[in-house]
């Protein structure tokens, strides 16, 4: 199993990268940034750009892996994004992920004046960056006549460092899934272990259909964690949080979570560390989470 870190964006660059280093000096095996303009439920909340965020990390860190959790494909052209992502692939010596999404965010689209197409179409348009990524990523030159983008001979040198850079997609519901299956080298999703072990399945059954071996999709997954040995602290916070998977308790209940993450067919594990404090309290509960899942890690 590998364990990841998610820092977010809601907070100084000096607090992102400080999570970011140690967890690049401690042995985690990569660091994951949310791609959005503007918080959700507070809108207001200032929020750091994720390719600047991920560029800068690129040369900030060194043995860690970078993502996005994941890129809004309504807002980010996919020939445009490839061309970045084979940059930021150089400048960290081919560490990157391309973790990409459908776009969801409503207020963002809103404030940014950014169409957000109704689900149906949405995907239609996802189907369509996927082929032009991989199209972009991995060959010579792409020519593409879609229905939402068209290419013709466009050229992305130098290539990206690695022979595959990995297409992540965040996906539940079954187009998506679908999707996934002819595409991603990765996928992802926030779950339970029983939520992961139903779409896990779907997804198998997609890759099937799709002539694609499950085997060739990793899969990572997250939830919201809390480190506290206060049961009732712990109790209200997943309470609170709920339908939002989330695990609270002392580290030991992280680990136990973790290898039931393992059993539903999870290859990497990521913490999200928006609910893990600050300074110290936050390093400490990394240290504390890393030793306490380091039986389960290959």
């Avoid at 029983?194 to 939830?223: F, K, M, V, W, Y």
Wanted: hydrophobic fraction near 40%; glycine fraction near 8%; charge should be negative.
């Amino acid at each position: 199993m590998r364990l990841s870190l998610w820092t977010g964006p809601h907070q100084p660059w000096a607090d992102l990268v400080e999570a970011a280093t140690h967890a690049d000096a401690t042995g985690w095996d990569g660091v994951y940034v949310a791609d959005h303009f503007m918080g959700n439920d507070s809108p207001e909340t200032p929020t750091l750009e994720a390719t600047a965020v991920l560029a800068a990390l690129a040369r900030d860190t060194r043995n860690v892996r970078l993502g996005s959790l994941v890129f809004g494909n309504t807002y980010r052209h996919p020939a445009v994004l490839a061309k970045w992502a084979a940059t930021v692939d150089h400048l960290s010596d081919g560490r990157l992920v391309l973790g990409l999404g459908a776009g969801w965010q409503e207020n963002e689209h809103e404030a940014y004046g950014i169409d957000l197409p109704p689900p149906g179409p949405r995907v239609e348009r996802f189907e369509e960056a996927c082929r032009v990524v991989l199209g972009m990523l991995r060959s010579p030159s792409t020519t593409f006549e879609g229905e939402h983008y068209r290419l013709l001979d466009a050229l992305c040198q130098p290539p990206p460092v690695s022979e595959k850079l990995p297409l992540l997609i965040g996906a539940r519901g079954a187009r998506m899934l679908g999707i996934t299956a002819r595409y991603a080298d990765e996928w992802n999703m926030w779950s339970t272990p029983a939520s992961l072990t139903e779409h896990r399945a779907r997804l198998d059954a997609a890759c099937e259909r799709n002539g694609r071996d499950p085997a060739a999709i990793a899969t990572s997954t997250q939830a919201l964690v809390m480190v506290t040995d206060d049961e009732r602290r712990a109790r209200d916070f997943v309470e609170t949080i709920a339908p939002r998977p989330a695990v609270a308790g002392p580290p030991e209940r992280f680990a136990e979570r973790c290898a039931e993450w393992v059993d539903a067919g999870a290859d990497e594990v990521i913490v999200p560390d928006f609910t893990l404090g600050q300074g110290t309290q936050r390093i400490e509960a990394l240290e504390a989470l890393c030793e306490a899942v380091s039986p389960l890690r290959v």
